[in-house]
């Protein structure tokens, strides 16, 4: 699946390190998300971006940013974390933020805060 | 109250069975309805998507859906190990910008 794609895959910082997650679609969408998922958890939607602007904010912790600079990529900047903030997040598209149709996923970025 | 609910098991049935997953959701507006698979430590991918009452058939997986019970549904025919990973189901709510999930049902499919 190449449609949607992260980098890292897998991430290991700091609680005091500056890092960014990438992500990039290339199925012409106008909508991205960010999702985290803890283990034994729903996914939590942590930001939606519908035409490069940020059209939902789920109450997420201003230690996360993210970024959408165009309607291909979207950046997730983290900064300052804590080691409950491990978990696994993805990004997805879709066509439209606010029509019915399906996400697609990215593979994640496996986050650890040590 | 949870926006949408699932058993998160696991359901275990045999090789060649029906698998049946079942998923009810609190938002009486919603409009589209979503099965996802996710293997262990992959990403989910999506299976299904079901807008319209009744079911859906897709080869071996059919979405049933009844918008009256606020109640989803999705079975697997012909069960086979390799399904064996856990099912998302997802509703896209009122207003909403974005899938709500469910926190999944893990299938196990026994050789």
């Known amino acids: 699946e190449t449609g949607v794609t992260q980098t890292p895959r897998h991430l290991v910082m700091g609680m005091t390190n500056k890092k960014s997650l990438k992500c990039e679609q290339h199925l012409g969408h106008n909508a991205m998300y960010w999702y985290k998922q803890s283990a034994k958890k729903p996914l939590e939607l942590m930001f939606v971006y519908s035409l490069e602007e940020r059209v939902e904010n789920n109450s997420v912790p201003s230690r996360f940013s993210p970024e959408c600079p165009n309607s291909s990529h979207l950046f997730l900047h983290l900064h300052t974390l804590q080691p409950e903030d491990s978990a696994l997040y993805l990004c997805?598209?879709?066509?439209?933020?606010?029509?019915?149709?399906?996400?697609?996923f990215g593979q994640g970025t496996r986050l650890t805060v040590v | 109250q949870k926006e949408v609910e699932q058993n998160s098991g696991p359901l275990s049935v045999p090789e060649g069975a029906i698998a049946s997953l079942n998923c009810t959701y609190s938002?009486?507006?919603?409009?589209?309805f979503f099965w996802y698979r996710q293997y262990s430590g992959k990403s989910p991918e999506l299976i299904m998507f079901?807008?319209?009452?009744g079911d859906k058939e897709d080869g071996r997986f059919t979405a049933q859906l009844n918008k009256a019970s606020q109640y989803v549904s999705l079975l697997i025919r012909d069960s086979q190990p390799s399904d064996s990973a856990t099912y998302l189901c997802?509703?896209?709510?009122?207003?909403?910008?974005?899938?709500?999930f469910g926190s999944g049902t893990r299938l196990q499919v026994q050789p």
């Open positions: 997805a598209s879709s066509r439209s933020s606010l029509s019915g149709t399906e996400a697609f």
């Open positions: 079901i807008y319209s009452n």
């Open positions: 938002d009486r507006g919603s409009q589209s």
């Open positions: 997802a509703a896209k709510g009122t207003g909403r910008r974005a899938l709500t």
